[in-house]
């Protein structure tokens, strides 16, 4: 590919709107074009990198058994609504009517309309097990899209799906994507940890994040450095002797605390420690006001709290509704003899001697217990935090940044039973299908390869993903013997397999170099008159510092062995 007919423009500076590395660099190179508010144009740069990223996806896909299929990204909202998850996905989930009103979804997943199609696929347990998967456009309403791929309007994901005859069974299922899924990010050149990840109540260790470190990531990775144990920290369960305050010391009563509304202020107007201070803050689960009550010195944990209570949309409520729902100025608001139901973290058991809002303004109550003076429900609610105690183990957990690339999922019966997904066993009884699925992020992928490997002049493509293997570049592009032998190695290059860009632009040198780092070919050649009249082209890898001279004649042996082997190694 001549570089002049490749529509390939870089950047120089920075976009503004790029918060993270990548996504500044992907912008820069030139792979992505912004066309609004998470949405963005792949260019033909770029398309090559996820192309490559979906090749992994495919021959991985296959070689572990699963079949390839292509299901609708336009469903009917009927779908969602026999799985219960209509209301559930709530304004996360695009909805249009078609020109007959009838309502339609453009699809975040697509768990219903694979169940859907297995249910009428799926006879005899003699067609299972089978695992299906297609790679295709999914839609999310994110209210804040941002970090360009990672959090984005429309993405592509691989999603897998597998049917079988039992739990048992399933396990073979999940292993095998899980394998599979270990393959693919080794390939893609990134560093992907499984993460165990919220079990529900399904049992056993049967979903996995699988999560690339990174410290733009969003989430945050909880890890054990005894015992193994590493949990997103949306999940990570909390281990905790309960509260350190189990002593009674009288019946609750009125403290003045004039302007004393954060935790640190109302510990200092009291003159206890933060840790005495229990934060009470309300929410609504699916519209319904909640408290939720922590230790002053831990946060609640909205994703746990969400979890715990089993509804579809939790959200901070406002000032005006808080103080409504409870009857007392916000800044006042605590647990003691609310009307609505109130939550306490598990950190919080034992407590007979703490301090609470007063509901009144201005006032705390102390020695309040929450055992005796508070109706209360125990849940895991509070943020896990670094040096906080491993659940398995006891020992200081320590905290990373990731992004997560893929999930695997051992589903059960949750969307066959009501789909009514059954198959008919060796005996002839109807048994409900055993399901699990799998997803990867691929245009997220992509970006996290960016994410995690590039240097200050730009990116470093892992040979696997690169657009391009090898940068041609001719310094000289107006000398015959110059271009001929630049043309020479390109179609000895691509012989081989190997995909060249020939940098033919009448640009100096110091732009072409610089271009060449920002984009991140994994090699860079150099061809120019004063290196061919010694019978070299000048090579350098990505990365290195210094070129070396490598003869002509040796040159594209020489650099498709180099790609082969880091193809063969990843
Ligand atoms: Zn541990």
């Not at 015992?227 to 189990?246: F, H, I, K, P, V």
Request: aromatic share 6%.
């Amino acid at each position: 590919m001549r570089w002049t007919r490749s529509l390939i423009t870089t950047l120089r500076d920075d976009p503004q709107e790029a918060e993270i590395a990548s996504h500044k660099l992907m912008l820069r190179a030139g792979m992505l074009r912004k066309v609004g508010g998470g949405l963005y144009s792949f260019t033909p740069l770029g398309l090559r990198a996820l192309r490559k990223v979906e090749k992994i996806v495919r021959e991985e896909m296959d070689a572990a058994g699963a079949l390839e299929i292509l299901l609708p990204a336009l469903q009917p909202i009927e779908l969602w609504e026999t799985s219960g998850r209509a209301s559930q996905m709530g304004a996360s989930m695009f909805r249009l009517k078609d020109r007959a009103d009838r309502t339609m979804v453009l699809g975040p997943t697509h768990e219903e309309v694979v169940t859907d199609y297995m249910l009428h696929e799926i006879n005899s347990y003699r067609q299972l097990p089978v695992i299906v998967y297609q790679i295709q456009t999914k839609f999310r309403d994110e209210i804040r899209p941002r970090f360009g791929l990672m959090r984005a309007k429309e993405f592509i994901m691989k999603d897998a799906y597998s049917f079988d005859t039992s739990l048992d069974a399933a396990d073979a299922s999940y292993k095998a994507m899980y394998d599979a899924y270990v393959r693919i990010f080794r390939r893609c050149g990134l560093e992907a940890h499984p993460v165990e990840a919220d079990t529900g109540t399904i049992g056993g260790n049967h979903s996995h994040e699988f999560m690339v470190l990174a410290p733009s990531g969003e989430d945050g990775i909880l890890h054990c450095a005894k015992c193994g144990y590493s949990a997103n920290q949306e999940r990570a369960e909390r281990r905790t002797a309960g509260s350190r305050y189990t002593t009674k010391a009288g019946s609750p009563e009125e403290v003045a605390t004039p302007g004393a509304h954060s935790v640190d202020e109302a510990a200092a107007s009291m003159g206890v420690p933060s840790t005495q201070i229990v934060k009470s803050l309300v929410y609504l689960a699916d519209g319904k006001p909640v408290l939720a009550i922590v230790e002053g010195n831990t946060e609640v944990n909205e994703c746990k709290l969400r979890r715990f209570l089993g509804c579809s949309i939790l959200v901070p409520a406002d000032i005006e509704t808080a103080e409504k729902a409870v009857g007392a100025p916000f800044g006042s608001i605590g647990p003691v003899g609310v009307k609505i139901p109130v939550y306490a973290d598990i950190g919080l058991k034992g407590a007979r001697d703490v301090c609470v809002g007063a509901n009144k303004d201005g006032f705390h109550l102390r020695h309040v217990s929450i055992e005796d003076d508070i109706k209360a429900e125990w849940a895991d609610i509070a943020t896990v935090v670094e040096g906080d105690s491993c659940p398995h183990c006891g020992e200081p957990l320590s905290i990373e940044r990731g992004i997560e690339v893929g999930h695997v999922f051992k589903l059960g019966t949750k969307y066959t039973e009501k789909f009514k997904a059954t198959y008919l066993d060796d005996k002839g009884v109807p048994q409900t299908l055993v399901m699990g699925c799998y997803g990867i992020g691929v245009t997220r992928t992509v970006q996290a390869v960016v994410e995690q490997s590039h240097d200050d002049d730009g990116i470093i493509w892992p040979a696997s993903v690169a657009p391009y293997h090898v940068d041609l570049l001719l310094l000289d592009p107006n000398s015959p013997e110059v271009v001929k032998a630049a043309e020479e190695l390109e179609s000895a290059l691509e012989a081989q397999g190997i995909d060249v860009l020939l940098d033919d632009r009448a640009e100096r040198p110091g732009v072409k170099f610089k271009d060449a780092d920002l984009i991140g070919f994994p090699f860079r050649v150099v061809a120019g008159a004063k290196a061919l009249a010694k019978g070299c082209f000048e090579v350098r890898a990505r990365g290195d510092k210094e070129s070396a001279l490598m003869p002509v004649g040796d040159t594209a042996a020489w650099i498709s062995a180099r790609i082969k082997e880091k193809l063969a190694g990843a």
